[in-house]
């Protein structure tokens, strides 16, 4: 254990250093709230119906969605796609660690280090001016920090899988392309989900997605009340030990099958 620690102390210690493009990323993000914000709001001016969320609930979404960019696993980590492109993850292989967990925590500090970055300034920024409001209660602050940190585990759980195809795949840009549709648009990354029609939302309810993005963030501004969160934590979780074990089994199916050619 005390080996991956290392490793995931060190990948997060060397993200860290990357200020310039957090200040890159963090001026986009904010941009792009802006823009979403203005949507919404004009969306809701023009719109006399009852919406499942009110107004300033879903600014308050959109801005922890805008920190929290970086969590999801937009794609392939750089470095595994260009290992497995190269040959080069024979070596990994032969490391006295197992594949897998090395991966998923690699995955882990590749999420959690440019979200630290992001997130840190955005939000005080966002309460203080951008009309995003506080958490609903304590209780419900508490039950965000939980649901956020198995928000983390799934999110690496599945850009470890992701890499993982790429040894059949080999480029993993069409891969990464999906993904980025499928979570931009059924975690709520985009359109917070109870946005989304009646029709969609049972659907919607049993995909993993929602893990990312909706139920943390409904969790904060208290439309799922913290009572619900030993349930979230089961949904997201079962999630997380399904990604686990179909990784583990793709990766050992993989490991068989793999030739490196060159010397």
Known sequence: MSGYVAIFSARFRTLLQYRAAAIAGLT??????????????????SSSETQPLSVSQVITYTWLSQAMFRMLPWGVDPELRSMIGSGSVAYEMLRPLNVYTLWLTRGLANHAAPTLLRAVPMLPAALLLFGMQPPASAAAFAAWLASLCAALLL???????MAILMLWTISGEGIG????????????????????????????AVLPFRGLVDIPHRLYMGDLPP??????LLFQGGWILAYMAAGRWLLAMGSKRLVVQGG
Not at 155 to 161: E, V
Not at 227 to 232: D, I, M, N, Q, V
């Open 227 to 232: 009572s619900a969160l030993p349930g979230l």
């Open 155 to 161: 999110s690496a759980t599945i850009s470890t899988l």
């Open 28 to 45: 986009t993000q904010v941009f792009w709230g802006f823009i979403r914000v203005m949507i919404f709001t004009a969306f809701y001016a």
């Open 177 to 204: 392309r999906l993904m980025m549709i499928a979570m931009g648009v059924l975690s709520g990354m985009f359109i917070p989900l109870p946005l989304f029609p009646d029709w969609a939302q049972g659907v919607l």
